[in-house]
């Protein structure tokens, strides 16, 4: 049986929610309208809001893989640069670049 394989991300050095709101004030993602969650799936939190969401109910930002995949592709795309800072413990932040 074949596995199903998961994704993958870079590690961006900061929570997803931070970098989420640098995004919306660059105009670089706009939170998504209209979501309604599933109160009855195995993954549902009532406890937890999305902001990509609109601060809906049911799961965290930090969770949302199609948040994570669509920040994914602007590192890929060179949209967002993750630069790697060197101390006694490396860590990593993302640096937005715009185009235009």
Known sequence: MRQKSRDSFTPIGESY??????LVQRGMITP?????????SRSFDA??????????????IEDYRSLKREIEMMIQDKSIMVQTIDS?????????QTSG
Do not use: V
């Open 17 to 22: 929610a931070i970098l989420f709101q640098r």
């Open 32 to 40: 998504l309208l209209g979501y309604t969650p599933d109160p009855h």
């Open 47 to 60: 406890n937890a809001r999305c902001a990509y969401h609109s601060d809906a109910q049911g799961h965290s």
């Open 88 to 96: 006694e413990e490396s860590s990593s932040h993302a640096d937005m």
